[in-house]
C-alpha cells in the first residue's frame, strides 16, 4: 500500500498554511498557527487519531483569529481527502465517545464522499483561550466539507468548555482513525454497493 499523505498549501491576502497529514502515523504533531488553544486540539487530535501531521500557519490575527483557523481546517480537510485517494478498502463509517472529566464528546462519520455537518453543543463562554467558541461548529463543518465526509458532532453534556471541545477534537481524530483503517476482508474494493464514491 503507498503512503497516505498529503500536503496542502493554501495561500490568500488573509492567510498562508502548509499542512502535511500522514494517515498511517504515530501521532506526532509539530503544529504553530498563531492559535494555542488551536494548536492544542490539533495536537490532540493526531494523537488520539495516530496520525502524523505538520501545520505551519500565518494569518491576520491582528484582525481576529477566524480566518487563520478557518483556513487550517480547510486544508485539513483537503489533505484528509487527497490522503484516502479513491477510498478503496477503507472502512469508512466509524463512530467514538470520548470522555474528558465531566464532559462526553461523541463523533460519528461516514467517508463516503458525500460533504454533511451536523454540530450539536452549547457553550458557555465566548471564548477558550485565543478561540472563539462560535467558531468550533464551523471549524468542523470546514473539515466535512473539504473532506468530502459527513460528521456528526455532539456533546452530550459538561460543564466546561475546554473539556467539550477537546472531548470532541479526540472524538473526531478518533473515528477518523478507525474510519481510514484498510479493511483486508475489502480486497481493495470501493465500500459502496453503488461500486463508487
Do not use: W
Not at 5 to 12: E, F, K, S, V, Y
Not at 103 to 127: E, I, N
Not at 147 to 166: S, T
Request: proline letters at 2%.
Amino acid at each position: 500500500m503507498s503512503e497516505r499523505t498529503a500536503t496542502i498549501h493554501r495561500r490568500t491576502g488573509e492567510t498562508d498554511v502548509t499542512l502535511t497529514l500522514t494517515l498511517d502515523g504515530s501521532g506526532g504533531a509539530d503544529v504553530s498557527t498563531g492559535i494555542g488553544f488551536l494548536d492544542h486540539m490539533l495536537t490532540l487530535f493526531a494523537k488520539h487519531g495516530l496520525f502524523d501531521i505538520v501545520v505551519q500557519a500565518h494569518g491576520d490575527l491582528h484582525i481576529d483569529e477566524h480566518h487563520t483557523a478557518e483556513d487550517v481546517c480547510i486544508c485539513l480537510g483537503q489533505a484528509l481527502d487527497q490522503a484516502l485517494g479513491e477510498r478503496r478498502g477503507i472502512v469508512r463509517t466509524a463512530h467514538s465517545y470520548v470522555p474528558m472529566d465531566e464532559a462526553l464528546g461523541f463523533v460519528a462519520l461516514d467517508l463516503g464522499g458525500r460533504a454533511y455537518a451536523v454540530f450539536d453543543a452549547d457553550f458557555a463562554t465566548p471564548r477558550v483561550g485565543q478561540l472563539g467558541t462560535d467558531l468550533v461548529p464551523h471549524l468542523f463543518e470546514s473539515i466535512a466539507a473539504h473532506g468530502r465526509l459527513n460528521l456528526h458532532a455532539r456533546v452530550l453534556y459538561g460543564r466546561n468548555d475546554h473539556h467539550k471541545i477537546e472531548a470532541l477534537f479526540k472524538g473526531l481524530g478518533r473515528a477518523l482513525d478507525a474510519a481510514t483503517r484498510i479493511d483486508a476482508r475489502a480486497s481493495e474494493a470501493v465500500p459502496s454497493t453503488k461500486g463508487t464514491l
